[in-house]
């Protein structure tokens, strides 16, 4: 197995290809939600952003959003899975 602190872009997207997205969780994170406070009606920078449904969950929360993702098919499962138009 790879060194994750070593990983490509390329192993990121052939770990999404073989769909093994583990880290990937069905919620928004427990963490962020409790301490919101801390950034509400910010503008939040996500990198790596994936598909997390923590930028959803902000965005409903009156937040700005910047995500960053550099595998294509991660933002995209996003804003397919969340009924968000897009262009690529």
């Known amino acids: 197995m790879v ?4 990983m490509e872009v390329s192993d990121w ?8 997205i583990g880290f990937h969780l069905s919620e928004a994170n427990s963490i962020l939600v409790k301490n919101f406070e801390q950034v509400k009606g ?8 994936g598909k997390t449904l923590d930028m ?5 929360q009156g937040c700005t959003v ?6 294509g098919k991660a933002i995209e499962e996003f804003f397919e899975e969340n009924g968000i138009g897009h262009t690529v």
């Open 13 to 20: 997207s052939q770990r999404w290809d073989d769909r093994k």
């Open 42 to 49: 910010s503008t939040v920078f996500v990198p790596l952003c």
């Open 66 to 71: 910047i995500g960053v993702e550099a595998v």
């Open 56 to 60: 959803l969950w902000l965005a409903q």
């Open 3 to 6: 060194n994750p602190t070593e």
